[in-house]
Each structure stands twice: as C-alpha cells, then as structure tokens.
C-alpha cells in the first residue's frame, strides 16, 4: 500500500504544480465540465457579522463524485482561492459528513450528488460594504469515477443567492466540548463528549488529520472501534506505518467528523490527553459482540472440546479412573473433584488476567501467547517429558496415578493446574467466539470469561466426582488399568516430541537440548523424590542432594542459554507471501481474491486444518484456476503486526482464515475447514 499510496501522491503533486498558485489573472485551465461549481453569497455583507458564502458543486452525472478536505487513501481536497477586501478573513471551509467509498481495499472521503461547502468570512467592524469591489475567486478539486480522476477548476464570481438553508442543514455542526485524543502505539484514540441519551446510529470517525508524526498515518480501510459509557464515546482507529517520512511530533490539536450515520454527524476538535478506554462498554467494533451470555456459553463449550486434545486428554482419563480406583466415599470424590476444578479455573482466570493486564499496557498479544517465549516451550517440553516419565510408571505423582491409594485434594489441584497449561496452544471454534470478544469487552467480562472456559475444561472430571451414576459407568479396576496408562504415554510423548520440535524453532539446537537434559534431570530428581512403592524404579533417597544439584545447574544453563531462532518459512503447495498490511493491500488491489490465513508451530488446530484444507492439490490447482493470491502469517514468534491486525479481526489468536473477494470486504471463514471450502469459493466467480 505505502508504494500505491506514494505514488498516488507523487502524482497528486505534480498536479498541484501544474495548476497556477496565485489569484490575480489566474484562470481556469481545465474547467468544472465533469462536476460544476458556482459561489453563492446568502445575502449581502455586514459590517461585524459573518458573511456566509457558499461552493454549490453539481456533478454533470451520478458516475462524478467530489472529496472532502482529506480525501482519505486517495484523490484530492479542494483549493480554494478567494479575493476578499483588506481586512476581510476567510474561514475554514465546512464540510457535510462524508461518505466512504471502498475500491481495492483503499477507503476515499467523498460526496456523491450535488453538494455544498460553506465558507464563513469575518466581516471588520468599520468595512464599507456599499462600494466593494466584486468578489472573485478561483476553486481547484478533483472530480471522479471508479474508473478515472480528472482535474477540475473554475474561476469564480459571486451570485447572491442559493438555497442556504438546506445547505447548512447538511454542514456537520461544532461540538460545543472539546475532545480529547491519544496515541497508544499504532492505535489512535479519541474521546468526544456526547450526552449518554443521543441515539447513535452507523458510526463512523473521519479523520481530518493526516498526520501522527514517525511516519503514522489513519489506516482509513481498517475496522474502528467504539466504546461508550456514560458521556463519553471513545473511538478507536488505527494507525499505518508509512514510509519515507521524517519523524515528527504529534499534532498539537486533531480534528475530523463523527458521523452518526443517514448524514447525521457532528465536527470536532480533540487536543492531546489521557483517553479512558478500559472499563467502558463496547458499543461498535470489529465483529458484532454476542450477548455475554453466549460468550459465557462459547466459552464453556471450547474448554469441554479442549478435554479431546492429545496433551489433555490422558491427563483426564487416568484422573478419572484414579478416583475410580481408589473407590472411597461420597465426601472425597467430590473433594477431589473440587480440587481439580479450583486448579483448572485458577490456571485459566490467571492466564487470562494476564492477557487483559498486558493488553491494556498497549501489548498486542492474544491466547497462547506465553507459547512464543522460549522459555515457556522449554517448561512445558520439561512438563511433557515428565508425564511421559509418570505414564510409563517411572515415578508416581499423589492423585494422578491409578495405583488405589485415596484421593488426594493437594495432588488433584496440581493437577488441575497442570492440565489448563499444557490446554493452552489449543483453540476451537467455540472458543474463537468467546476469547476474541474477551479482548474487547470490559475487563470484568473478559475475565468472566475466561473463568467459564477454566469450568468447561474441568467439567467432565466435575461431572465424575459429583454424580455416582457416571462413577458407577467407568470400567472396573483390573490390570488392563496399568495398560492403559502405558499407552497414554504415546499421546503425551507426541505431545513432547511436538514442543521439542518448537523449543528448536524459537530457540536453536543449543537450547533444545539445553531443555532436554534440564528435563532428564528433572525425571531424575522425581524418581529419587518418589515415595509411591508402585514406581518402576526404586527411589535412592542419597541421590536427592545429586539430582537437585544438577536440576538447578541445568536450569541456569538453560536461562542463560540465548535462543536463536531457526528461520524456515515452511513448504506450502499454495506458495503463499508473507503476510505484512502492505502486502495484503497490494494484493487486494490487483482485482484477484485473496486468501489470508494465520498460523503458528504450535497451533494444533492450525496444523490440522492445513492438511485437511489448504495443503491439498485440489485447493492449489482451484487457486491457480481462480487466480487467487495467498498470503500466510506465521505467529510462532511475536509478531506485532499480525497481533494488531488479529486483534482488529475480533480474534484472540489464531488460526484465522480471511477471503477477500476481488474488490470486496474481508469475509471471516470459520475456524474448522471443511475440505472443499477453499475449493468452493476459489471456483466462484469474480464480480
């Protein structure tokens, strides 16, 4: 886009160069022969007062339409020249509210129809307005199609007269208050005043400021967002990075329209300050929120989904049949019970506030996102290769194993945090709803939400512990027990296999095995610590000092150890581009569908929709029949941008699957692919 939009520009300049500067015997050189302008005085001057003057455009069809004063990713403002008296001021030209116009994934300020710009002057006190000379002018704008521009200019000459009531009734009025505006990296906010009972209708921030110093500009295209409570709208829109541009400070003062929709909207100014964001209501944004009650229920219905994942799933299950072992009474199975959900909620509710602290720090993260630290990979690869230890009997663990002894309240909630944080790279249709509306609702509600996904996730062992009857269900204890739990060490050492091949893509070979003899010691410090008399391995207790020792040595080696980052862009049939916003807006503006998807290493549901789906002949040879441009964004390490722009999208985190028709919106494909979905829409034609 920053390429379009420069050369845009350049061309825009040589325009203004060719176009004569200065009023006196300047004429028109191309004249108003697409879209006409006459200027109109409402009645004659008055010393003191203001005079009201008017630009009456009139496109000669319905295909010529003109810009407002930012005519937004393209197109030009008007130039207004006017020859007043000594002493007399012209004001800033006042607009009515504009309307947008999408071509190419490039958002245009425009009006369409005929239109009137109103243009105050300040009258002096002592002016002789009997013998004025004849006011004269010269306008230059632009007029344009969806195909073609043209340049238009006219010299002026004053006709009383004009219908100036309907003409100022389209001027967006003053806000009486003033506004307030910040920069919070790329994401400009502005609060406006409003009183809590005025009807809001389509709403919509023109951006009349087109600078943010550094290079920042509006991304005029992208989704705003809007939150409100009480007296205060705060709108949300966000800023590009150009490039070419020197740095420079904020703008002392940023103005624009809010547009409230069928026409309706109000000016204002915002000066820099603190605007309050977090805590208030989410009113528009980038996806229609659900009520919280089905986002309570989403949430619920992902963390039940996530008990099917290969990394949870044994987890559950030798749980389950744990308690189903150790028999016992009413009161301790539903203690255990208790202690493994306090142990789930807690790991989600906590993860989840950690999400909502950081984001409201100005952090761009999303769910999953303690998955692009290495250090986290490493603790959950020294985790994976320890249950895998526990599973094939080498150490036992108190309320995970099925050995028969109690239950045990402590060993369920260790548990229970255990299984949240090896759930975590997991995501689901469910919980896309759910977590991408926790990132924009009121921090309460966010949290709430999480917490409900902390429930769904223990619900099955809840279940277990308070109802007898699915207790009574479970098979009966046996040797095949012992089996069982042998072979649940085949999903887990997947599981481990999987986060070791991560730990080597965010870290290099040296920190991966920096993180697997750091997790060797920690099976050997677990087997000396083991007290169970069922363990496959006999606990020497002299050899705790040892094992301690070395668990500690090889945990500083591996904090010390600098992850160095395997860079492998990885093997697709679709030969996708990087993804980046200017790469998007190119390749939305070659008149071809685009397909966008979002992915990272860790991402199971990612993994698995890429070979189902996308990684298939029949989508690469749809895509080349159908001309449609690829572009894929690798979340597996931090990444702003795609955070920024996931976060845009509604989505807590990937995957994220985007079709853009040639010329049309971003349409959100859900997060299970079905086989023939890519197929299907490549086949479709173009409009």
Same mark, same amino acid.
Request: some cysteine; overall charge negative; hydrophobic content about 50%.
């Given at each position: 886009?920053?390429?379009?939009?420069?050369?845009?520009?350049?061309?825009?300049?040589?325009?203004?160069?060719?176009?004569?500067?200065?009023?006196?015997?300047?004429?028109? @050189?191309?004249?108003?022969?697409?879209?006409?302008?006459?200027? +109109?005085?409402?009645?004659?001057?008055?010393?003191?007062?203001?005079?009201?003057?008017?630009?009456?455009?009139?496109?000669?069809?319905?295909? $010529?339409?003109?810009?407002?004063?930012?005519?937004?990713?393209?197109?030009?403002?008007?130039?207004?020249?006017?020859?007043?008296?000594?002493?007399?001021?012209?004001?800033?030209?006042?607009?009515?509210?504009?309307?947008?116009?999408?071509?190419?994934?490039?958002?245009?300020?425009?009006?369409?129809?005929?239109?009137?710009?109103?243009?105050?002057?300040?009258?002096?006190?002592?002016?002789?307005?009997?013998?004025?000379?004849?006011?004269?002018?010269?306008?230059?704008?632009?007029?344009?199609?969806?195909?073609?521009?043209?340049?238009?200019?006219?010299?002026?000459?004053?006709?009383?007269?004009?219908?100036?009531?309907?003409?100022?009734?389209?001027?967006?009025?003053?806000? !009486?208050?003033?506004?307030?505006?910040?920069?919070?990296?790329?994401?400009?906010?502005?609060?406006?005043?409003? #009183?809590?009972?005025?009807?809001?209708?389509?709403?919509?921030?023109?951006?009349?400021?087109?600078?943010?110093?550094?290079?920042?500009?509006?991304?005029?295209?992208?989704?705003?967002?809007?939150?409100?409570?009480? !007296?205060?709208?705060?709108?949300?829109?966000?800023?590009?990075?150009?490039?070419?541009?020197?740095?420079?400070?904020?703008?002392?003062?940023?103005?624009?329209?809010?547009?409230?929709?069928?026409?309706?909207?109000?000016?204002?100014?915002?000066?820099?300050?603190?605007?309050?964001?977090?805590?208030?209501? #989410?009113?528009?944004?980038?996806?229609?929120?659900?009520?919280?009650?089905?986002?309570?229920?989403?949430?619920?219905?992902?963390?039940?989904?996530?008990?099917?994942?290969?990394?949870?799933?044994?987890?559950?299950?030798?749980?389950?049949?744990?308690?189903?072992?150790?028999?016992?009474?009413?009161? &301790?199975?539903?203690?255990?019970?208790?202690?493994?959900?306090?142990?789930?909620?807690?790991?989600?509710?906590?993860?989840?506030?950690?999400?909502?602290?950081?984001?409201?720090?100005?952090?761009?993260?999303?769910?999953?996102?303690?998955?692009?630290?290495?250090?986290?990979?490493?603790?959950?690869?020294?985790?994976?290769?320890?249950?895998?230890?526990?599973?094939?009997?080498?150490?036992?663990?108190?309320?995970?194993?099925?050995?028969?002894?109690?239950?045990?309240?402590?060993?369920?909630?260790?548990?229970?945090?255990?299984?949240?944080?090896?759930?975590?790279?997991?995501?689901?249709?469910?919980?896309?709803?759910?977590?991408?509306?926790?990132?924009?609702?009121?921090?309460?509600?966010?949290?709430?939400?999480?917490?409900?996904?902390?429930?769904?996730?223990?619900?099955?062992?809840?279940?277990?512990?308070?109802?007898?009857?699915?207790?009574? @269900?479970?098979?009966?204890?046996?040797?095949?027990?012992?089996?069982?739990?042998?072979?649940?060490?085949?999903?887990?050492?997947?599981?481990?296999?999987?986060?070791? $091949?991560?730990?080597? @893509?965010?870290?290099?070979?040296?920190?991966?095995?920096?993180?697997?003899?750091?997790?060797?010691?920690?099976?050997?410090?677990?087997?000396?610590?083991?007290?169970?008399?069922?363990?496959?391995?006999?606990?020497?207790?002299?050899?705790?000092?040892?094992?301690?020792?070395?668990?500690?040595?090889?945990?500083?080696?591996?904090?010390?150890?600098?992850?160095?980052?395997?860079?492998?862009?990885?093997?697709?049939?679709?030969?996708?581009?990087?993804?980046?916003?200017?790469?998007?807006?190119?390749?939305?503006?070659?008149?071809?569908?685009?397909?966008?998807?979002?992915?990272?290493? $860790?991402?199971?549901?990612?993994?698995?929709?890429?070979?189902?789906?996308?990684?298939?002949?029949?989508?690469?040879?749809?895509?080349?029949?159908?001309?449609?441009?690829?572009? +894929?964004?690798?979340?597996?390490?931090? !990444?702003?941008?795609? &955070?920024?722009?996931?976060?845009?999208?509604?989505?807590?985190?990937?995957?994220?699957?985007?079709?853009?028709?040639?010329?049309?919106?971003?349409?959100?494909?859900?997060?299970?692919?079905?086989?023939?979905?890519?197929?299907?829409?490549?086949?479709?034609?173009?409009?």
């Amino acid at each position: 886009m920053d390429g379009l939009m420069g050369t845009l520009r350049l061309l825009l300049a040589l325009l203004a160069l060719v176009l004569p500067a200065s009023l006196s015997a300047q004429e028109a @050189r191309f004249g108003d022969e697409n879209i006409a302008v006459e200027l +109109r005085a409402d009645g004659p001057p008055v010393p003191g007062e203001t005079w009201m003057l008017a630009l009456h455009f009139t496109p000669s069809s319905l295909e $010529w339409h003109g810009y407002w004063s930012n005519p937004g990713d393209a197109g030009q403002g008007m130039s207004l020249t006017l020859d007043l008296p000594e002493g007399w001021e012209a004001g800033e030209p006042l607009y009515p509210v504009p309307q947008r116009l999408v071509i190419s994934g490039l958002m245009n300020h425009i009006y369409e129809g005929e239109y009137a710009v109103l243009v105050p002057v300040e009258v002096p006190p002592n002016a002789a307005v009997a013998n004025i000379a004849p006011i004269a002018g010269y306008v230059s704008y632009l007029a344009c199609t969806d195909r073609i521009c043209v340049p238009q200019d006219a010299r002026l000459a004053l006709e009383q007269g004009g219908d100036f009531t309907r003409w100022q009734a389209k001027i967006a009025p003053k806000l !009486d208050s003033v506004a307030g505006y910040e920069v919070q990296r790329n994401r400009l906010r502005v609060g406006i005043p409003l #009183p809590a009972d005025l009807e809001l209708g389509d709403l919509h921030l023109f951006v009349g400021t087109s600078d943010f110093g550094s290079g920042l500009a509006p991304d005029y295209a992208a989704v705003q967002t809007f939150v409100r409570e009480g !007296d205060l709208l705060v709108a949300e829109v966000p800023l590009k990075q150009r490039q070419g541009f020197d740095p420079s400070p904020l703008p002392e003062t940023v103005t624009g329209i809010l547009s409230l929709g069928e026409g309706q909207g109000l000016r204002f100014e915002a000066e820099q300050r603190d605007v309050p964001l977090e805590g208030v209501k #989410p009113l528009r944004g980038p996806v229609d929120t659900p009520a919280l009650w089905v986002l309570l229920i989403a949430a619920l219905a992902g963390g039940l989904l996530l008990n099917i994942m290969p990394c949870v799933f044994p987890i559950l299950s030798l749980k389950a049949l744990a308690l189903a072992k150790a028999g016992g009474d009413e009161i &301790s199975a539903r203690r255990d019970a208790l202690a493994y959900t306090a142990g789930v909620v807690l790991a989600c509710a906590a993860l989840g506030a950690l999400i909502l602290l950081l984001r409201s720090a100005g952090q761009q993260i999303g769910w999953a996102f303690q998955l692009q630290e290495p250090l986290v990979v490493a603790a959950l690869l020294m985790l994976a290769l320890a249950i895998t230890a526990n599973f094939l009997g080498l150490f036992e663990v108190p309320g995970l194993a099925i050995s028969g002894r109690g239950a045990s309240t402590g060993g369920s909630f260790a548990t229970g945090l255990l299984a949240a944080f090896v759930a975590t790279p997991c995501t689901g249709p469910f919980m896309a709803l759910a977590l991408g509306a926790a990132l924009v609702l009121r921090p309460i509600e966010g949290f709430a939400i999480f917490t409900a996904l902390g429930v769904g996730l223990a619900l099955p062992f809840l279940l277990i512990g308070f109802i007898p009857a699915f207790r009574r @269900r479970l098979p009966k204890p046996g040797p095949w027990m012992e089996r069982f739990r042998r072979w649940m060490a085949l999903p887990m050492g997947l599981t481990a296999l999987a986060l070791a $091949w991560l730990a080597w @893509r965010v870290g290099g070979w040296s920190f991966l095995i920096a993180a697997v003899v750091a997790a060797l010691m920690l099976i050997n410090a677990l087997i000396a610590f083991s007290s169970v008399p069922t363990a496959k391995v006999t606990p020497r207790k002299w050899l705790r000092p040892v094992w301690l020792a070395a668990l500690a040595f090889s945990v500083f080696l591996l904090v010390r150890e600098e992850p160095v980052p395997v860079e492998m862009a990885a093997e697709s049939l679709l030969e996708p581009q990087p993804f980046s916003e200017a790469a998007l807006a190119e390749a939305r503006t070659s008149g071809k569908p685009v397909f966008v998807w979002f992915t990272a290493d $860790w991402c199971v549901t990612c993994k698995v929709n890429e070979s189902v789906a996308i990684e298939r002949e029949d989508t690469r040879a749809a895509f080349e029949k159908g001309g449609v441009i690829a572009l +894929r964004g690798d979340w597996t390490r931090t !990444d702003p941008e795609i &955070s920024a722009f996931l976060a845009r999208q509604g989505a807590a985190g990937v995957p994220l699957y985007l079709w853009y028709p040639p010329g049309g919106d971003a349409q959100q494909l859900p997060q299970v692919l079905t086989p023939d979905l890519l197929v299907d829409l490549a086949a479709k034609p173009s409009r």
